[in-house]
Structures are given as C-alpha cells and as structure tokens.
C-alpha cells in the first residue's frame, strides 16, 4: 500500500462522514445528539472554510454541496495520480 492510496481513503471516508452529516439536518435535533457533535468536530472545520465564501441561501446551505464536491475533485485527481 502506497501512502497515496492510504490519503484516498482516508479522502472517501470523510466524504462519507460530510454526507452522513449534512443528510443530519434534515432530521430535527440530530445534530444535537453524541453522534451529531462528534460528527460536527469533525466536519465543520472544513465546511466553515466554503460557507466564508458561499453563505447558506434561504434554507439551503451550498457550501456543504461544494465543499463536498471539492473533496470528489481531489480524490479524482489522487486517483489519476496513482494510475
């Protein structure tokens, strides 16, 4: 196992933990719970960077569809990379 390989897993796992989240605020009070916060230290560091830049509309927070989709852009290109 090269480290690359290890860096895309570890990619497509926190892009699994941003999904699991953001499919949270659609159930009331389940980011209040134990999962929710660990999930929240996780996640929300690297969401808070796209919502500086892209603020929730109305209801509907971008930023985490963007952020997400930043994070697929990276793993594409680490999968190029290895080949």
Do not use: C, H
Not at 31 to 45: K, Y
Not at 50 to 79: E, T
């Amino acid at each position: 196992m090269n480290l690359i390989y290890i860096f895309y897993q570890v990619l497509n796992i926190y892009s699994f933990l941003i999904l699991i989240y953001v499919l949270m605020s659609w159930v009331p009070e389940s980011r209040s719970t134990q999962l929710g916060r660990i999930l929240s230290n996780f996640v929300e560091p690297y969401l808070s960077i796209f919502r500086k830049v892209l603020p929730p509309i109305g209801m509907i927070d971008f930023s985490s569809i963007f952020a997400y989709m930043v994070l697929q852009f990276a793993m594409v290109g680490l999968a190029r990379l290895v080949g």
